[in-house]
Structures are given as C-alpha cells and as structure tokens.
Nanobody
C-alpha cells in the first residue's frame, strides 16, 4: 500500500513558477513509477508527466514539454514537479499518482488527494 500527499500548490501569476511535491509512504517507493495528472473544472483528468522507478525515463504531455520537469528522490520518498512559465490554462487540481508497472497516462494504482494550482493572467 502506498499513500501519497501532495503539497506546493497555490496562486501564481502567468509566467511564474511553482514546485509541487508528492510525499509517499511505504518502503517500496523506489519500485513504483510516479506521475502527475491534472483536472480543470468541467474537464477530464489528464496526464501531465511521469517518471520511471529509477528516474532514468520521463514522459511529458505535449502541453507542458519544455516548461515542466518531473523528478524524484528515492531516499526522501518524494516526487516533484517543477513548473515554469506557467499559463492560465495550467490552472487545475494536480494529482500525484504511483503505479507498480507504468509511468505514463495509464497509471492507476494509487492517487493523492490533489493540490490546487491557479495561474492568474
């Protein structure tokens, strides 16, 4: 069982930056792929970024490539999402996910409760 707790969301102006953190419980964290998803009001949840258990492989949605960076620190049992050059369309609830076999859009084993990111224009 893995429990995930996100933090770092907030209100930021367009062009600004935020770093989200996902603190995980469990000694097997390093064996899980990790990822971030987001859901805006009235829209479906969408994949943002994913990282393999070792951190050697990453995936990004086209909409965030070049602006967002996913990383992980297995010693700290934490995953991160550095978000730069934020746009109003990035406004959403951001969710951390963990999966035993995947780190892309199909991740579905464990979810955090979400953290809100609001980007003002």
């Amino acid at each position: 069982q893995v429990q995930l707790v996100e933090s770092g969301g907030g209100l930021v102006q367009a062009g600004g930056s935020l770093r989200l953190s996902c603190a995980a419980s469990g000694r097997t964290f390093s064996r899980y792929g990790m990822g971030w998803f987001r859901q805006a009001p009235g829209k479906e949840r969408e994949f943002v970024a994913g990282i393999s258990w070792s951190g050697s492989s990453t995936l990004y949605a086209d909409s965030v490539k070049g602006r967002f960076t996913i990383s992980r620190d297995n010693a700290k049992i934490t995953a991160y999402l550095q978000m730069n050059s934020l746009k109003p369309e990035d406004t959403a609830a951001y969710y951390c996910a963990a999966d035993r076999t995947r780190w892309g859009a199909g991740m579905n084993d464990y979810w955090g409760q979400g953290t809100q990111v609001t980007v003002s224009s």
